[in-house]
């Protein structure tokens, strides 16, 4: 199933400028998606909660 | 009933300090053992009302914490973004004070499901889980001298001195109380009903290895729990299924 955004994205890349490229990606992601990238962006490398 | 439950810092950090405030609110994720087979799962954290209400709220937050560091220009993302949002402001002000203990936090649900009795009567409650020991948090000089690892520590030497208890209730909304927006906190007078003590008696023995398989679901209901139009659970499952495969995929590290 995501296959074919993640190609998408790579034909905007070769399209558009990069920043405009990286947002088409994004919208390309769903919700979830997007709110997980932002967690492991800030986290990364994280392991999950501290429990 | 056996139940699992697992106790976690706030920001999703490995390794922050238990002492820093911005581990506030903490979490609490129950699962609950059925009596003939299958589980079902309670997903909570340490405040009365979520940060937002919508998804794209909760993504616009991340983005907004994501985007400020130490030299951010005031006003940086972050206080942009509470300033744009009272309630979420609301919340961080109100998690400042360090807890005493993991056993004296309330956890609420703050997301509404339905709940349906045997006669088919169907009320919507948010669950509420309200530690015995009764609600306390430290003072200045306490947190000055708080350790990194404190609320963990306090945790393995309470449960070895007999167990940690909460009443777990579920409070129900009254007819025109919003059940579709986590960050709107229902009055004090609505009904409370008491479905049970939760009773912490032992660490799992294999706690490392189960913190990273358990995967707790706000959506894993059972007969007479069902969904709301509230639009977080599911949301929350689909992020936390993504945090499985992050977290499978993690270096490994020690507690």
Not at chain 2, 92 to 102: D, R
Request: aromatic share 6%; hydrophobic share 45%.
């Amino acid at each position: 199933m995501r296959c074919m955004p993640t190609r998408i994205a790579a034909l905007a890349a070769l399209l558009l400028s990069a920043p405009a490229a990286a947002a088409a990606a994004a919208q390309a992601k769903s919700l979830p998606e997007q709110i997980a990238d932002v967690m492991v962006r800030r986290h990364a490398p994280s392991a999950g909660p501290r429990t | 009933m056996p139940v699992t439950v697992r106790l976690s810092d706030g920001t999703g950090l490995p390794e922050v300090s238990d002492a820093n405030p911005n581990t506030s609110p903490q979490g609490m994720a129950i699962r609950l053992m059925l009596p003939k087979g299958g589980f079902t799962d309670i997903v909570a954290n340490s405040h009365n009302g979520f940060f937002v209400g919508t998804g794209d709220d909760f993504l616009a937050f991340l983005e907004a914490i994501a985007a400020t560091t130490p030299s951010s220009a005031h006003p940086t993302p972050i206080e942009q973004f509470l300033g744009a949002h009272p309630r979420a402001a609301k919340v961080v002000k109100e998690s400042q004070a360090l807890p005493k203990s993991f056993a004296t936090l309330a956890f609420f649900g703050n997301n509404a499901f339905v709940f349906v009795d045997s006669a088919g009567t169907r009320r919507a409650g948010r669950y509420q889980i309200l530690p015995a020991a009764g609600i306390a948090h430290l003072d200045a000089a306490a947190s000055a001298r708080a350790g990194a690892n404190y609320m963990f520590e306090d945790l393995r030497r309470r449960i070895a001195h007999g167990p940690i208890s909460y009443t777990l209730a579920v409070q129900l909304a009254n007819p025109g109380d919003p059940t579709n927006d986590g960050s709107v906190v229902w009055p004090d007078d609505r009904k409370r009903v008491v479905l049970g003590t939760i009773s912490l008696t032992a660490i799992a023995p294999d706690n490392e290895a189960l913190q990273r398989s358990l995967a707790f679901s706000p959506i894993n209901l059972t007969d007479g729990i069902q969904l709301s139009d509230d639009p977080f659970p599911a949301l929350r499952a689909a992020v936390y299924a993504l945090s499985v495969q992050h977290r499978g995929q993690a270096p490994s590290r020690t507690n």
